[in-house]
């Protein structure tokens, strides 16, 4: 089996070990990356990647935020999130959002290799206890809303990270590098998509959905 590839965690050490889980099914080259700066222009400039194996808190990777940006600039692309953040409720998120998998860090070697290659085989993957627990907890506010998000469009979905994050339409075209009109045009449309009345609960409701929402606990 052959797929390109992109390891990312900032943990030199442990981003070795998932290199070496994907060598054990995979002959590609592998790609790394430390920060989601670099996974972002890793994905930009090698458009054969099918996989990231994705840290959910490494630098730059904001809750699920990464995971969902990712996913909606690049549709393509499977990714396995691999995280120490073990939480239920942070699993059936992420699996509601896109993830192809989840991969606790403390899992030996040969069970990241599993699901690598049952990921890329084109199923998804979880350990068995965790998928169990899974059945009893309610995903279906979460689906939902992943469900409005995949209507995005790459743009809208820049505008509404960066909506969340309280800046106001001018800074946001200055961000973006385009007219403030655009911009408004775009929080119109996300808006409308998400089926939200104004840009605070949009924020707010993106924020939560992602755990980054510091006023809710993420489990």
């Known amino acids: 089996m052959s797929a390109q590839v992109i390891v990312a965690d900032d943990h030199p050490l442990f981003r070795s070990a998932l290199v070496q889980a994907v060598k054990s099914v995979l002959q590609s080259n592998i790609l790394q990356a430390a920060n989601f700066n670099e996974v972002v222009t890793l994905l930009e400039s090698s458009p054969d990647v099918e996989l990231v194996l994705l840290d959910l808190n490494m630098p730059g990777n904001d809750g699920l935020t990464g995971l969902t940006s990712i996913l909606n600039a690049f549709p393509g692309v499977l990714v396995i999130v691999v995280s120490a953040q073990e939480d239920p409720y942070t699993i059936r998120r992420a699996m509601d959002f896109g993830a192809s998998g989840f991969v606790?860090?403390?899992?030996?070697?040969?069970?990241?290799?599993?699901?690598?290659?049952?990921?890329?085989?084109?199923?998804?993957?979880?350990?068995?206890?965790?998928?169990?627990?899974?059945?009893?907890?309610?995903?279906?506010?979460?689906?939902?809303?992943?469900?409005?998000?995949?209507?995005?469009?790459?743009?809208?979905?820049?505008?509404?990270?960066?909506?969340?994050?309280?800046?106001?339409?001018?800074?946001?075209?200055?961000?973006?590098?385009?007219?403030?009109?655009?911009?408004?045009?775009?929080?119109?449309?996300?808006?409308?998509?998400?089926?939200?009345?104004?840009?605070?609960?949009?924020?707010?409701?993106?924020?939560?959905?992602?755990?980054?929402?510091?006023?809710?606990?993420?489990?």
Do not use: C
């Open 104 to 219: 606790p860090k403390s899992s030996p070697i040969d069970v990241l290799s599993e699901a690598v290659e049952t990921v890329l085989e084109g199923g998804t993957w979880l350990p068995e206890n965790i998928s169990l627990q899974l059945q009893h907890i309610d995903g279906d506010e979460s689906q939902a809303f992943a469900e409005k998000l995949k209507l995005l469009t790459p743009h809208q979905f820049s505008v509404l990270k960066l909506l969340a994050d309280g800046l106001l339409n001018k800074q946001i075209a200055y961000e973006l590098n385009v007219q403030e009109t655009t911009i408004k045009q775009h929080v119109s449309a996300v808006l409308k998509k998400l089926e939200v009345n104004n840009r605070t609960q949009a924020g707010v409701i993106f924020k939560q959905a992602m755990g980054t929402d510091n006023s809710k606990e993420a489990n």
